[in-house]
């Protein structure tokens, strides 16, 4: 709680003679979101008075702004709170406001600007770019919401229909898609015979570039925390506690960044996997029931694994 006031209501403190004014401001562009021939929006840092805040950068014309480009011009500044459709998104990054550009009046005073946020955002991009040259359509824009997370690049009709189906988690970049991949590389690892010390060290670089990549997103860093636990674990000889781990990458989630607590991603990945680690408490306590049973090995096996199915779905 006391974070949360320094931090968060601080940063709307200094925003809020803003809100509602058209002002001079100088805009970074950070990231693009969805563009067509009458609309534009960007994800960009802006600067009032010598402070930096994030925002979203929204042009009602077709901007030709790239990541990287630095922008001077006359902007209508927003609470997020009034974009209802992805204010939680937003908030849970730090962002509380909205740059209306309603005409061509922003020019581009400097381009080609990078930090370590933008050169991860670029590589995404160009990674993005090879998959529609070699896929295209709707298939490269599938592939890449799924392995890069860009899900801005879809069409609203297939994000509908993965609603539809109960597939939207998906979409979402998150501990399924980073389980995939270090799973992938242990696997590969352990076939050319890489010693266990190497490949957890190997693993743990692979994973946290994976994270830079796709925009470290909070359940994927839910999942990042507790992997690196299971390996931490081995690496000191000791046992790893799920729980703890847990609740430990949830305590330095919202340490390190207390906006967290509006995203209903980490919430939702937490909750699972805390129903998932009480589901196989007592599974476990079942389990050994059922092997001092009269059933067959066989037997038991296949209804522990049917039973598991059914309690974690």
């Not at 709307?12 to 803003?18: E, M, S, T």
């Not at 001079?24 to 930096?52: H, L, M, P, Q, R």
């Not at 609470?79 to 009046?105: K, M, N």
């Not at 670029?122 to 359509?137: P, Q, R, V």
């Amino acid at each position: 709680l006391i974070e949360s006031y320094l931090i968060i209501d601080r940063e709307r403190d200094k925003l809020a003679p803003l809100i509602g004014q058209t002002t001079e401001a100088e805009i970074t562009v950070i990231g693009k979101n969805k563009t067509n021939d009458y609309f534009s929006s960007y994800e960009a840092t802006v600067t009032f008075d010598d402070d930096t805040f994030d925002a979203v950068l929204e042009c009602e014309y077709k901007g030709d702004f790239s990541v990287g480009d630095i922008l001077r011009g006359q902007v209508l500044v927003s609470r997020i709170e009034d974009q209802t459709e992805e204010a939680g998104y937003y908030l849970a990054r730090g962002v509380y406001i909205v740059l209306l550009s309603s005409e061509d009046t922003l020019t581009v005073v400097d381009s080609g600007f990078s930090n370590f946020k933008i050169k991860m955002r670029s590589l995404n991009a160009k990674l993005a770019s090879i998959l529609e040259g070699e896929i295209g359509g709707d298939s490269a824009d599938l592939v890449s919401a799924i392995s890069l997370g860009n899900k801005k690049l879809l069409e609203n009709s297939i994000l509908r229909d993965f609603r539809r189906a109960g597939l939207s988690h998906v979409l979402a970049i998150s501990g399924m898609h980073l389980s995939v991949i270090m799973l992938a590389l242990e696997g590969l690892l352990r076939r050319l015979g890489v010693r266990r010390e190497f490949r957890c060290a190997l693993i743990f670089f692979v994973a946290l570039f994976y994270l830079a990549l796709t925009g470290f997103s909070l359940s994927t860093v839910r999942a990042f925390i507790m992997m690196s636990f299971v390996y931490l674990a081995f690496l000191l000889r000791n046992d790893n506690d799920a729980v703890t781990s847990l609740f430990f990458s949830l305590f330095l989630i919202f340490l390190i960044s207390p906006n967290s607590v509006w995203d209903i991603g980490i919430w939702l990945s937490f909750l699972a996997v805390l129903g998932i680690l009480t589901v196989d408490f007592f599974t476990k306590k079942i389990s050994a029931r059922l092997y001092e049973s009269r059933l067959k090995k066989q037997v038991v096996k296949a209804l522990l694994y049917f039973l598991s199915a059914i309690l974690v779905t």
